[in-house]
């Protein structure tokens, strides 16, 4: 089937955009949306049920030395405040938009390739039940996230800055209460430990594990007890074991690809770059790339004028490389490096102290957990 009516033929579909998916499974990752995504996805009319389910949080919490300290948000940004709204409800309200539209949209899609981007008809080809299509448009949007394929079919011309850790995530969600109405982040001799929720029943729990760890190796046992060994349960706080929902283990890298676009693919989200999720910042960044790439467009359609375009990777990456610096940082500061002395140890001691301490440090932490304006 060829389709010649499309501007933009996106392929992927998760928070960078929507039109060809290869799947939707129910990977629950994201939850923590900055209040400038939170601003979009209202402006964009996808706002109703996560205006009426999201959590509101204007605060986080830091643990380490058997201690907890609460970062203020809400009063060190001027009002600024996080939502916690599970990244699986996003993609649900933007399938449900794109249904209400009619607009066109194809899923469990195979053999997805892209061509003659460097042209004036750049074309999709793909099968979808079955049957092949092929899409002519303008421009394609490559919001297939790291493992698609727009990416490597321009990775020779992209510039890659890469680092991988040696550790990864264990995360489990739950069906308990969470410990706190906040999201604990723990610094614990046994690893990082991240207590979070997804609504006031189910709790998002992370631990540091190997990376090359196995889940089989964790029962559920095993996880409830280093969980509560790392939140130091008992004192104040109480974990609440429940039916464990979900059980996965992620790796972590921070990964960018320069420039984010060639001839007339524009990469955006983590097809174009990855964050460790430590500083929730992934979802928000491709929610931020799309909302640069849509101006540009629109702006292009009414004008003719390539200005924005021609200027939206630098624009995108001014975004993704504070936020790749934020990730690496909480990164490094939360986590029990292998190769780390105990001088190392207490660098990171001493920094949490200072954070906890200096107001213009606990600043610093709360403008970028929370969100950069989306106007730089
Ligand atoms: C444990 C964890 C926790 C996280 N927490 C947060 C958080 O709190 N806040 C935050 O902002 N971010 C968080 N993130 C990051 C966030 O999940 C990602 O950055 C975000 O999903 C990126 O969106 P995307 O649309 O670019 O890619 P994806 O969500 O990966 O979507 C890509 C889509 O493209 C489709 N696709 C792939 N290949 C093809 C193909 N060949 N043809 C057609 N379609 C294809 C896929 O099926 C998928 O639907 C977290 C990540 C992890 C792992």
């Known amino acids: 089937m060829i389709n010649n009516e499309l501007r933009i033929g996106f392929v992927g579909f998760g928070e960078a955009g929507y039109h060809i998916a290869k799947g939707l499974r129910g990977r629950i990752r994201a939850g923590v949306l900055e209040q400038g995504t939170v601003n979009t996805l209202i402006k964009s009319g996808v706002g ?11 605060g986080i919490e830091l643990s380490f030395s058997g201690r907890r300290h609460r970062i203020n ?6 009002g600024r405040a996080i939502t916690v709204y599970g990244q699986t409800e996003v993609v649900k309200d933007l399938i449900k938009a794109r249904l209400d539209a009619n607009a066109a949209l194809y899923f469990e899609v195979t053999d997805t390739s892209i061509h003659d981007f460097e042209t004036h008809d750049p074309r999709i080809l793909f099968r979808h039940n079955g049957q092949p ?9 490559g919001c297939d996230g790291f493992h698609g394929i727009c990416r490597p079919a321009i990775i020779g011309r992209l510039q890659v800055f890469e680092r991988t850790y040696p550790f990864g995530w264990l995360g ?24 979070s929720m997804r609504t006031p029943n189910i709790t998002r729990l992370y631990i540091q ?19 509560s060994t790392r939140l130091h349960a008992g004192g104040d706080l109480e974990l609440k074991e429940g039916p ?4 996965g283990i992620t790796p972590m890298r921070s990964f960018v690809v320069e420039p984010m676009h060639w001839g007339k693919l524009f990469l955006a989200g983590d097809a174009a770059h990855i964050v460790p999720p430590t ?11 799309v909302r640069v790439l849509s101006r540009a467009l629109a702006t292009y359609y009414q004008s003719g004028q390539t200005e924005l375009l021609d200027a939206y990777s630098a624009t995108c990456l001014r ?17 029990q490096f292998p190769d780390a002395t105990p001088f190392h140890e207490k660098l990171q001691l001493a920094e949490l102290e200072y954070v906890i301490h200096s107001r213009a440090a606990a600043t610093a932490l709360a403008e970028s957990y929370s969100g950069l304006p989306f106007d730089i």
């Open 48 to 58: 109703e049920r996560l205006q009426q389910q999201g959590l509101v949080h204007h």
């Open 73 to 78: 948000m809400h009063e060190l940004t001027g």
């Open 133 to 141: 299509h092929e899409i002519h448009c303008h421009f394609i949007a």
């Open 172 to 195: 489990i969600l739950a069906e308990s209460t969470p410990p706190s109405e906040e999201l604990i982040y723990c610094h614990h001799e046994r690893g990082f430990a991240l207590f």
């Open 209 to 227: 594990c190997a990376p090359d760890d196995h889940i089989a190796n964790w029962s559920d046992n095993r996880i409830w007890e280093e969980l």
């Open 244 to 247: 464990i929902l979900q059980k």
């Open 279 to 289: 500083g929730a910042k992934g979802m928000n960044l491709a929610v931020a790339d």
């Open 319 to 335: 975004r993704v490389w504070r936020a790749e610096y934020f990730s690496w940082w909480m990164t490094s500061l939360l986590h």
